[in-house]
């Protein structure tokens, strides 16, 4: 192909209107594909925030008299030359008769909030937060309903679509046909919160009273005695041995009450005083005190920083994740860089987003029909066929192997002997892989590994860099046994620069990069509960290997691609990381944050709380709650607190949706199943390791044409062993060797899934 980019002559017409939706088109036009940006019929506020110029970079922007037929005309000829068509709103879709299964070449990406469109741009996160149980899932001081500062969820859904889209192209390159593909508000709110969404109906709610440091002290937050925080990442025994020796309390770990047992740090009845003496051990010496001796210990630590500095840093900009834009409307503009790295086929990079005349868009030829033939419905995902050997541990790298399994493709989740040391806790990121145990420094286990390398298409890990090159499984390794292998790594900081080799945990960089921060406000850094970093950075995996497939479908070329944590900590504060002359402040909380205004925020009621998202203050008025609107924001609050909390939460929505105020009921997490609509469409129930069923997230995309109907289980360590050495050509007699020899071990399948998440 003459551009060698991944998404090169992939045509995309977005007639959406939401941050999520924004993002997903960004990220596609990211990686070679024109995008036109027509403003939907219905345009809502996210339309005017800072981060706009970041969601809509690379793409040509225009708007449309949507009550015009002429202007309707063009759309419909835009849309015939279109590859993949993206709408929010299902007014949109009517108009151009897209509510069904799409004919011929079309992919068509649905992304409706599953909230009224006139609820607003950034609130729709914290809307769907509520709803979906995610805000009553934050830890803090006093427990109740936290608003999170920055739109992850939508960010999320933005990503996940972009990839199960890609998924598409990808299966359009076989069958020749398109399809619908669905990533819907709660898609996203699930896909970013996997693992705290799955819910055991015989356990109580958790208790998230905790403290913003959230549960596990080891893993937290603290002041150090010149009154700045550092982050200390270290939820394994390894980090936790290592940093308790650092801070000169190594007893912690002998103590009776713990035992060496690590998980027996964070519980309940251990995790306030184990707490109390880590922090009283900080307060004894300044930040760069503690930097400098547990990062010579090889603890994962940082200093919690600031949003405003975030793309300043040495790191962030040696892996190229400051970018200057002249963006037509604010001028000289910085913004985040590219999610990922394509080596083989590399992006361009960002360029600022470009207003044209309606009459000026570009004319698309119209898409070469199938002919003479119907396409065929598969149940098995658009990545059937596709093998993924997935080396992750812990949270990103096997999450980015689930969703690939989501997707279709056959995962094989690949564990050192033993098993994956993040089983207990994270067998919720495993689900849909087979399994296989091998010791990769045995010399049968390495030349089993590679003999199954021969016989697939991806192969994913999440190793510190020189671990790959240690164990003779890098890239050229791997390409002498598979020539057209594709690799996706996902690393800490990237592959250069003065951290790169520096080991990192979600949360550590939520706390360098400024969310814990942004979100604490005035008071204590907060530890976010959705698991921002990992969550993007494993999607991001899936992203890129779908972007490298989708090229080697068309050239015939694998590749090898990355990502880093570092780098989804500037996608997952896109629009708050953005600078320009005169550029808004980012959103910013405080202690238990309720919310931005008295118009916007949460408010108790009986039985819980609800998320309120008014207008103007005259509406509580008129509902009866205010006697005057002439007063004080915080007297304003104090009466509205106090009149909805004698109501429940569904008299308290009944009497504000009466008033023209939007309001839903903020839901434990437990409550879900509850609702008949998230029971059927959004969860399915699988065995648990108690004997009970539990509730775990179903589908996270719909597919028209191609969806898979299973439910994902999690696999026991090493429980396909033998199955997948057999298939890859490894005669049985080799096969039982290696097992004899401990090279590989042939484990059993799990009696049930585990507990809740870890957060």
């Not at 799955?198 to 905790?210: G, L, R």
């Not at 080396?391 to 690949?414: C, H, I, S, T």
């Not at 951290?499 to 942004?518: C, E, H, T, V, Y």
């Not at 779908?546 to 070329?557: I, Q, S, W």
Request: proline letters at 7%; aromatic letters at 6%.
């Amino acid at each position: 192909m003459k551009d060698n980019q991944a998404l090169a002559g992939v045509r995309v017409l977005d007639l959406s209107g939401t941050i999520a939706s924004s993002v997903a088109g960004m990220l596609l036009g990211d990686y070679g594909a024109e995008v036109v940006h027509l403003k939907p019929a219905k345009w809502r506020e996210a339309g005017e925030l800072p981060g706009l110029a970041v969601w809509h970079r690379n793409k040509i922007c225009s708007e449309l008299d949507w009550a015009s037929d002429a202007s309707l005309g063009i759309v419909r000829e835009l849309l015939r030359g279109a590859d993949i068509c993206i709408t929010s709103d299902a007014f949109t879709a009517t108009e151009l008769g897209m509510n069904g299964e799409e004919p011929g070449r079309l992919i068509h990406l649905r992304m409706p909030p599953c909230l009224p469109l006139e609820s607003g741009g950034l609130d729709v996160d914290n809307l769907l937060a509520a709803i979906s149980g995610v805000a009553l899932r934050q830890s803090s001081f006093e427990g109740g309903a936290i608003d999170l500062v920055t739109p992850y969820v939508s960010y999320e859904q933005g990503l996940w679509a972009a990839t199960a889209t890609v998924a598409a192209l990808v299966e359009r390159e076989k069958s020749g046909f398109g399809q619908q593909v669905t990533v819907d508000g709660l898609h996203g709110s699930i896909v970013a919160n996997i693992a705290t969404l799955v819910m055991d109906p015989a356990a109580p709610p958790i208790d998230t009273t905790v403290g913003p440091g959230g549960a596990m002290p080891t893993y937290s937050s603290y002041r150090c005695a010149d009154d700045k925080w550092v982050f200390i990442g270290a939820p394994t025994p390894k980090f936790q041995q290592a940093s308790l020796e650092v801070l000169g309390i190594p007893q912690v770990w002998i103590d009776p009450r713990i035992g060496g047992t690590f998980t027996n740090l964070h519980s309940p009845e251990n995790r306030s005083w184990v707490r109390a003496m880590i922090a009283d051990a900080f307060a004894t010496q300044p930040s760069d005190y503690w930097l400098k001796r547990l990062e010579a210990a090889d603890v994962p630590v940082g200093l919690v920083g600031e949003t405003r500095d975030w793309l300043s840093d040495p790191q962030i900009q040696a892996i190229g994740q400051r970018r200057i834009v002249t963006d037509p409307c604010h001028g000289e503009t910085v913004m985040g860089g590219l999610l990922v790295e394509l080596f083989g086929s590399p992006a361009e990079g960002p360029s600022p987003r470009r207003f044209v005349p309606f009459e000026e868009l570009p004319v698309w030829p119209g898409q070469k029909q199938p002919s003479g033939r119907k396409p065929r419905p598969t149940n098995r995902g658009p990545l059937d066929g596709i093998r993924v050997l997935n080396l992750g541990a812990m949270l990103a790298g096997p999450y980015g192997g689930m969703l690939m399994a989501e997707l279709g493709a056959d995962v094989v989740k690949v564990e050192p002997r033993g098993g994956d040391v993040f089983r207990t806790v994270g067998a919720h990121y495993n689900r849909g892989m087979r399994s296989l145990e091998v010791d990769l420094r045995n010399p049968m286990g390495h030349a089993a590994f590679l003999q199954l390398v021969g016989v697939s298409d991806v192969v994913m890990d999440n190793y510190r860099l020189g671990v790959l090159d240690r164990l003779a499984i890098d890239y050229e390794s791997l390409t002498a046994v598979k020539p057209d292998v594709i690799t996706v790594s996902v690393t800490g900081f990237g592959e250069i620069g003065p951290l790169a080799r520096r080991p990192a945990f979600d949360p550590m960089m939520g706390a360098i990069s400024g969310m814990q921060k942004s979100q604490g406000g005035d008071s204590d850094p907060v530890f976010i509960g959705v698991a921002v970093n990992d969550v993007s950075s494993g999607c991001a995996a899936a992203f890129a290997a779908c972007l490298a497939l989708f090229h080697r479908a068309r050239a015939g070329e694998g590749q090898r691609t990355g990502t880093s944590l570092a780098a989804a900590s500037v996608f997952m504060q896109s629009g708050e990381l953005i600078q320009y002359p005169d550029c808004p402040p980012p959103r910013v909380g405080g202690r238990d944050f309720a919310g931005p205004s008295v118009l916007d925020r949460f408010y108790p009621s009986t039985d819980g709380y609800v998320r309120v998202l008014a207008n103007s203050i005259d509406q509580f008025v008129d509902a009866g709650i205010l006697e005057s609107a002439h007063v004080d924001d915080d007297v304003a609050a104090d009466q509205i607190a106090g009149a909805l909390r004698l109501l429940s939460r569904e008299e308290a929505v009944a009497l504000l949706e009466a008033n023209g105020i939007f309001s839903v009921p903020a839901r434990n997490i437990c409550e879900l199943p509850d609702d008949p609509s998230i029971r059927t469409d959004y969860l399915a129930t699988v065995r648990g390791d108690t004997g009970g069923d539990f509730f775990v997230p179903n589908r996270l995309a719909r597919f028209s044409r191609t969806e898979r109907p299973d439910i994902l289980q999690t696999p026991g360590a090493g429980e396909h062993t033998r199955d997948l050495l057999e298939t890859a050509g490894v005669p049985m007699s080799e096969i039982e060797d290696a097992i004899a020899s401990g090279a590989v071990h042939q484990g059993k399948p799990l009696k049930g899934i585990g507990g809740v998440s870890y957060r």
